[in-house]
């Protein structure tokens, strides 16, 4: 089972830039789709950015342009680096490791806060 610890999160003004990072062990090959999810205060948990082994990627509408997900299959490792961020972007941020970029798998992080405010 695989097992995904992020880091990174934090408090930023608007227009500022964070970096997230999340670590999957537990497998034996690099999961096939590592990504990001967030969900804000009453609201459902969405998608922000997935990508494959191969480099395929899928983002969210309102963060094109603005945030860029990486991977290092070597290091089993995830980045998400978020631009321009804005109040709206305020969320806990999950890591997700699955099988396809069109759906969420079942291997979940704790998740990471991600406050922006002035």
């Known amino acids: 089972q695989v097992q995904l610890v992020e880091s990174g999160g934090g408090s930023v003004q608007p227009g500022g830039s964070l970096r997230l990072s999340c670590v999957a062990s537990?497998?034996?090959?690099?999961?096939?789709?590592l990504g990001w999810y967030r969900q804000a205060p009453g609201k459902e948990r969405e998608l922000v950015a997935v990508?494959?082994?191969?480099?395929?990627?899928n983002y969210a509408d309102s963060v094109k342009g603005r945030f860029t997900i990486s991977r290092d299959n070597a290091k089993n490792t995830v980045y998400l680096q978020m631009n321009s961020l804005k109040p709206e972007d305020t969320a806990v941020y999950y890591c997700n490791a699955g099988l396809s970029r069109f759906a969420a798998g079942d291997a979940w992080g704790q998740g990471t806060q991600v406050t922006v405010s002035s």
């Open positions: 990508i494959s082994r191969g480099g395929l990627t």
């Open positions: 537990g497998s034996i090959i690099s999961p096939n789709v």
